[in-house]
């Protein structure tokens, strides 16, 4: 609650907050709009593979052609401008820079610059929740053994829900389930950058004119990105996965205490302390009443006849039992918020989100029937898509990680829906990710 009035006060003492950026895609521009209106935030370097773009962009946002002047490679800027650069471990490993924020979205390029910042002394906030997803127990061990703070990006999803979660059980509630909202249908596993935009309403020349990158969006619609989104939940918050992947049930905010309940009282999930995504979509494609698409939530229940009689005392919505009720949140605000996360780290030491284990994990499932040879694309693309599983399944049945998906060939055939294995694929090569990938256990 005071992160402003500190801001404030290091910008007065002439020591901003400084932050170098990793990929200057749609999320960084977010929050890189709103840098000039934050006192004692200070972005001095910018690593983009076009550089040329990250400036358009910065102009895009409304920092102004001056403030988008590169400066010469290997030297930041000292004078208040920013350094544009295509080396992203140039910016890692920056001395004018305290505090580093991932946005790639490429899980492999991701790990490895975030271990360079770490090894460099930097505080990460990482927005790329993919490598989060594939090495975020590891990278959080080690910014631990190195006295840094790694950090969920607040204003994505997984980090406000955490937010809520840390609120309930700071209120001695039992935390029941948390989650968010999605648009979801089951045809749309088998969605491609092709049909994407008709399950979107919008025409592909809409779409290209606002710039919307097809594989991109196909990823929050194929199920995809509610997997990795709550398998960051899970490890971070000490939350159970189901054991065959996300149910999204359709739900309004009025059901989220009645449906998101164990099933032996009248619920859907399989236990205590879940994650789940909800569907803004009934399964016939009727809109849900007061849906949380664009929202986050957590269902708790009260302990003791005497809490549970404070909820109808205060008119708390709850199931028919008056135990269970639901705090949500309707919308998350993206990259606009990020600069919570980036003042905790720096100001507090604190991250807003950080995983504790390896809980949840996002296994590759073929979208259709795929051939050996194939070489796969990815999420987002034409041949899988990411489920949620339990990581013990992961390691035991040695399943395909999403983020390790793209730029491999198949080794033999694999029928839809089936989850994809190491040992379907052509996986070679000792990147930084596979050698921490190697380090998870469940439950670490």
Not at 45 to 64: C, E, H, K
Not at 396 to 418: C, N
Request: with cysteine; hydrophobic share 45%.
């Amino acid at each position: 609650m005071n992160l402003h009035r500190e801001l404030i006060r290091r910008n007065a003492e002439g020591r901003p907050l400084r932050v170098g950026v990793i990929g200057c895609g749609k999320f960084a521009g977010m929050f890189l709009a709103q840098v000039p209106a934050t006192p004692g935030l200070q972005v001095v370097a910018i690593a983009d593979l076009d550089p040329a773009r990250a400036r358009n962009n910065l102009v895009a946002v409304g920092w102004g052609a001056e403030r988008a002047t590169a400066a010469s490679a290997g030297t930041a800027v000292r004078d208040g401008g920013t350094w544009v650069t295509p080396d992203a471990l140039a910016v890692a490993g920056c001395p004018e820079v305290e505090l580093v924020v991932e946005a790639t979205g490429d899980a492999v390029a991701g790990t490895a610059h975030t271990l360079a910042a770490i090894e460099a002394g930097k505080h990460v906030v990482m927005v790329n929740v993919e490598a989060d997803v594939l090495c975020g127990p590891a990278l959080a061990r080690r910014a631990q053994e190195r006295g840094v703070v790694y950090s969920l990006a607040y204003g994505d999803q997984p980090a406000l829900i955490a937010e809520q979660v840390d609120w309930a059980r700071a209120c001695g509630l039992e935390v029941i389930a948390a989650g968010k909202g999605t648009k979801y249908l089951p045809a749309f596993h088998r969605s491609t950058p092709d049909t994407v935009w008709g399950h979107y309403g919008i025409t592909a020349e809409r779409a290209a004119a606002g710039g919307m990158n097809p594989k991109m969006f196909n990823s929050f619609l194929d199920g995809t990105k509610s997997a990795i989104e709550m398998a960051a939940l899970a490890n971070a918050c000490t939350l159970a996965v189901p054991g065959d992947g996300l149910k999204f049930p359709p739900c309004g905010v009025d059901d989220l205490p009645f449906l998101l309940r164990p099933a032996e009282l009248g619920g859907v999930l399989e236990g205590r302390g879940m994650v789940e995504v909800v569907s803004s979509l009934e399964r016939d494609g009727r809109p849900v009443h007061r849906d949380l698409r664009w929202g986050v939530y957590v269902v708790f229940a009260a302990r003791s006849d005497y809490t549970a009689r404070c909820f109808a005392e205060y008119g708390v919505v709850t199931s028919p039992c008056g135990r269970f009720a639901a705090l949500y949140r309707p919308y998350h605000l993206i990259g606009l918020e990020l600069g919570i996360s980036v003042a905790s780290a720096c100001l507090r030491g604190e991250p807003t989100g950080t995983p504790t284990g390896w809980r949840g994990d996002v296994a590759a499932a073929a979208k259709r029937d795929l051939a050996a040879g194939e070489m796969l694309d990815g999420e987002g693309g034409y041949c899988v898509y990411g489920r949620l599983v339990p990581a013990r399944r992961a390691f035991a049945e040695r399943l395909l990680p999403i983020g390790l998906a793209a730029r491999i060939r198949l080794r033999r055939p694999v029928s839809t829906d089936a989850l994809l294995t190491l040992d379907d694929v052509e996986l070679e090569g000792t990147s930084t990710a596979l050698a921490l990938r190697a380090e998870l256990r469940p439950g670490d």
